[in-house]
């Protein structure tokens, strides 16, 4: 199994600025992944963090909006910038590696004010 | 695309009683993976079991045993002895296998499962 670290695990923050989460892994994994889980609803996938490349993002997410960083096996960080109200969510940073189960940090809970 | 349909929104049992969470999904693939994650108010994703889709048997940990019905693409969770800690949503996943076009999780979008005392 793997141990992920997530930092910060909540914060409040100004709209118009921006936050960057951090996921240190405690070993080496394939894929990393960023998903957000808007309140009362189900995790939604942001991208696939892509070591030493860009990230992949899926529908409706943009690399200005939730730029990623990948910069080695173990460590990635999520930015939210210029944000909103509507960025308030749980972000969570999730690993796996090939055929196993992916495993979660314990979230990141961010209040747009 | 993969979908997963979860048609409880809540749920709630009596401590002690058996209660069962539907899930159903929609692939066009033969061999993919399915979950079900645990999400208590910690918001910790925390699994619960897991299953692939080319065995036959049914998965089975602990308390927790799943009714995998690959033709009717049906991943029901079946807890026995549900204790207070059993209370958080529950969530249903779909992954295709390592090696496909992405190996990310699709997630129902939960189940409110209560427990009575």
């Known amino acids: 199994s793997a141990v992920i670290s997530q930092k910060p695990s909540r914060d409040i923050c100004q709209r118009g600025t921006s936050l960057t989460i951090q996921c240190q892994v405690d070993?080496?994994?394939?894929?990393m992944f960023w998903y957000r889980q808007q309140p009362g609803q189900s995790l939604t996938l942001i991208a696939t963090a892509n070591q030493g490349s860009e990230a992949t993002y899926e529908s409706g997410f943009v690399i200005d909006k939730f730029p990623i960083s990948r910069p080695n096996l173990t460590f990635s960080t999520l930015t939210v910038s210029n944000m909103s109200p509507e960025d308030s969510s749980i972000y969570l940073c999730?690993?796996?590696?090939?055929?196993?189960?992916?495993?979660f940090g314990q979230g990141t809970r961010l209040t747009v004010v | 695309a993969q979908t997963v349909t979860q048609s409880q929104p809540e749920m709630s049992v009596q401590e002690a009683e058996t209660v069962t969470l539907s899930c159903t999904y929609d692939?066009?693939?033969?061999?993919?993976?399915l979950f079900w994650y645990k999400q208590p108010p910690s918001r910790q994703m925390i699994l619960v079991i897991r299953q692939e889709a080319y065995k036959q048997q049914n998965a089975t940990e602990n308390r927790f045993s799943v009714n995998f019905q690959k033709a009717a693409k049906s991943f029901s969770l079946k807890i026995s002895d549900s204790q207070l800690g059993d209370a958080a949503m529950y969530f249903c996943a779909y992954r295709a296998p390592y090696g496909g076009a992405t190996n990310k999780l699709i997630f129902g979008t939960g189940t409110l499962l209560a427990v009575q005392p």
């Open positions: 692939t066009s693939e033969s061999d993919y993976y």
């Open positions: 999730s690993v796996t590696d090939r055929d196993t189960e992916a495993f």
């Open positions: 070993s080496q994994v394939t894929m």
